[in-house]
């Protein structure tokens, strides 16, 4: 495996979670209910990321290097699976 494959695996490890997280509210509590977790999720997550200072006691650990890329990518599922299930209405 090169390293353009494991790079892209990684990515599909740390955004697994989230998907099947979000597929799972769907089925068991519908469609708006998994919309609403990825929408508090998105603003929890951003918020988490938001603190930078040390001193500062709302500093959240996804600000640590090997978290930060973490959250990251689960925001961006996030706010991917918002705009497929909006623009799936419109159709």
């Known amino acids: 495996m090169n390293k353009k494959e494991q790079k892209a695996l990684t990515n599909l490890v740390n955004v697994l979670p989230e998907l099947l997280r979000l597929n799972f509210v769907q089925g068991t509590q519908g469609k708006e209910a ?3 977790s990825a929408r508090q999720t ?3 997550y951003k918020a ?26 689960s925001i ?9 299930q909006e623009n799936k209405n419109e159709l």
């Open 48 to 73: 988490s990321l938001k603190f930078k200072k040390k001193s500062d006691p709302r500093r959240h650990f996804a600000r640590l290097p090997e978290y930060r890329r973490k959250f990251i990518a």
């Open 42 to 44: 998105i603003l929890v």
């Open 34 to 36: 998994a919309l609403v």
């Open 76 to 84: 961006y599922i996030c706010e991917k699976y918002i705009a497929f």
